[in-house]
């Protein structure tokens, strides 16, 4: 059993950066495959980005590339979601996930993820 636990998420305005945390306690960090989701008021979950175990390679949405780095620490059992110039449609719940996927065209699918944190709340205002 893996928990994962978010943190900094808070209220920032557009143009701002932040940086999520997410931590890990139980399994082998460094076995899994980490992802970032998020999900807006009224709007279904959507896939942020994600680095993938083993090869470290990290894979984006469109939405969110050259402005969003995932990176991690296996040490620290941690991921983080660097988020730069960031836009009032960015405001979501950001939810990280943990799961055993080895191939780039799953990472966007979250029924592939087998754990998930509770969520922080980013808003950026205008």
């Known amino acids: 059993q893996v928990q994962l636990v978010e943190s900094g998420g808070g209220l920032v305005q557009a143009g701002d950066s932040l940086r999520l945390s997410c931590t890990a306690s139980?399994?082998?960090?460094?076995?899994?495959?980490m992802g970032w989701f998020r999900q807006a008021p009224g709007k279904e979950r959507e896939f942020v980005g994600a680095?993938?175990?083993?090869?470290?390679?990290?894979y984006y949405t469109d939405s969110v590339k050259g402005r969003f780095i995932i990176s991690r620490d296996n040490a620290e059992k941690a991921v983080y979601l660097h988020m730069n110039s960031l836009k009032p449609e960015d405001t979501a719940v950001y939810s990280c996930?943990?799961?055993?996927?080895?191939?780039?065209?799953?990472?966007?699918?979250?029924?592939?993820?087998?754990?998930w944190g509770q969520g922080t709340q980013v808003t950026v205002s205008s």
């Open positions: 680095i993938v175990r083993n090869t470290g390679f990290t």
């Open positions: 139980g399994g082998v960090f460094s076995t899994y495959t």
């Open positions: 996930a943990a799961g055993q996927l080895n191939y780039y065209r799953d990472v966007t699918k979250s029924y592939k993820y087998d754990w």
